[in-house]
């Protein structure tokens, strides 16, 4: 079955950065789009970065251009979401998504916390 474990959230202090890890397992990883999404408290989830199955195209949200970067490592079944200069907005529980066989599937999140 399809699975997706997300580490690497923590608390961090504004202006620094966390890399976030997704290990995938169920699918065949390169063949599929990969997305990272947030929520934060009481507000709705939303699509932060997305790779194509490549990684060769990539999208961000706007909040995060020039901040946040996708990579994937398809041998590795894994997909990355570096952040840099992160900011107390950017605080929120991080997931990533694969649509497989036209169902969502998402990880148990991870915690990004930034806090002076």
């Known amino acids: 079955q399809v699975q997706l474990v997300e580490s690497g959230g923590g608390l961090v202090q504004p202006g620094g950065s966390l890399r976030l890890s997704c290990a995938a397992s169920g699918f065949t990883f390169s063949r599929y789009a990969m997305s990272w999404y947030r929520q934060a408290p009481g507000k709705e989830r939303e699509l932060v970065a997305s790779?194509?199955?490549?990684?060769?195209?990539?999208n961000y949200a706007d909040s995060v251009k020039g901040r946040f970067t996708i990579s994937r490592d398809n041998a590795k079944n894994t997909v990355y979401l570096q952040m840099n200069n992160l900011k107390p907005e950017d605080t929120a529980v991080y997931y990533c998504?694969?649509?497989?066989?036209?169902?969502?599937?998402w990880g148990q999140g991870t915690q990004v916390t930034v806090s002076s």
């Open positions: 998504k694969v649509r497989y066989r036209d169902s969502d599937y």
């Open positions: 790779s194509t199955s490549n990684g060769v195209s990539t």
